[in-house]
């Protein structure tokens, strides 16, 4: 049963990442993002669940669907969902890599309930996933996943969101000798990417959006990284807005505990654009292909999955005109 789950919350993700793919290098990021939004909710539409997002587009005023609270699914099991339909708008829009279409699922209240705010952030693989930790200095993770990975401070690779808040942090990075890899948008990824070997890409640092930061949590509960995070508000509404969502200690250390409170936790991601992690959807004459991750924290498993579609053989919410 939970297999036949994951497979169907893949072509879900699937669904997302082909309408977006469209809009490819097109330069509009609210059109490539409402297709993959569109996409997913339909395809959530055709599930034996009883879902609800916890993660998604905004509060309920904001978005037309996947917005927070909103039930999913013809009615079965009681889940948890969290939603990033295109995690990476700006990058689809133009061009660029590392654009994914991300959900994650878990049993009923086990998912935390991020509101739309910010939050600090620090994430790390299997490895060095006992030395981090989300009030050290930059310096001090530094040295810290270094010393797990048994390799000099200057072959540590800190991935960081290229933003003017992280100035001074980019300069502590630099100081202490690491090298950073600077994204311009994704932070699902960057997190993820720590924990997936290839990337090249060890220590996650900054200040990003909390919801991503669930999402990122997810992913790491399956494949046994670290995520820790604390709460950066911009302002008491956002403070209030989080007491009346989270069931943590709003200004306490947001933990793997707190923010993914179970081991039956699963995180899904299909390629949009070409990245380290995944490639991105491609079309050709004869239909599409997709490439997909699935990660289990019930089992500790980790699939990376190819899917082929025929011309005509994709779900209706994915077809051309």
């Known amino acids: 049963m939970r297999t036949t789950r994951i497979v169907e919350m893949i072509e879900v993700t699937e669904a997302a990442a082909l309408a977006a793919g469209r809009w490819m290098g097109r330069g509009d990021k609210h059109a490539a993002d409402a297709a993959a939004v569109d996409a997913m909710r339909s395809a959530m539409d055709t599930l034996d669940i009883s879902g609800t997002i916890v993660i998604g587009e905004g509060e309920r005023d904001e978005a037309p669907m996947l917005y927070i609270g909103e039930e999913v699914g013809r009615g079965g099991e009681e889940i948890d969902i969290a939603v990033d339909p295109l995690e990476g708008t700006n990058l689809t829009a133009y061009g660029q890599s590392n654009s994914l279409a991300v959900l994650a699922f878990a049993p009923k209240d086990t998912l935390l309930h991020a509101p739309d705010t910010y939050m600090m952030k620090v994430a790390t693989g299997p490895v060095a996933a006992d030395a981090i930790h989300v009030d050290a200095s930059p310096a ?80 790491m ?99 051309r005109d």
């Not at 797990?148 to 000798?177: N, W, Y």
């Not at 699902?188 to 200040?207: M, R, S």
């Not at 997909?292 to 498993?301: I, K, N, W």
């Open 140 to 219: 001090e993770n530094c040295a810290a996943v270094a010393k797990a990975l048994k390799r000099p401070v200057e072959d540590v690779v800190v991935c960081v969101l290229d933003r003017e808040r992280h100035t001074d942090l980019i300069s502590e990075i630099r100081a202490c000798g690491a090298r950073i890899r600077l994204i311009s948008d994704g932070d699902v990824f960057g997190a993820v990417a720590t924990a997936i070997e290839g990337t090249g890409i060890h220590l996650y640092l900054g200040i990003g959006a909390a919801p991503e930061g669930v999402l990122a949590a997810a992913a």
């Open 221 to 319: 509960r399956c494949i046994g990284g670290q995520f820790m995070g604390r709460f950066a508000f911009r302002d008491e509404a956002d403070r209030e807005r989080a007491a009346s969502m989270a069931k943590c200690d709003i200004d306490g250390v947001l933990d793997m505990d707190c923010l993914v409170a179970t081991d039956e936790a699963a995180f899904i991601a299909t390629g949009v654009t070409d990245g380290e992690l995944l490639r991105g959807v491609k079309y050709f004459g004869q239909g599409s292909r997709t490439h997909s991750v699935a990660m289990d924290a019930a089992t500790g498993t980790v699939r990376f999955i190819e899917t082929v579609y025929k011309t005509g053989d994709e779900p209706f919410w994915v077809r």
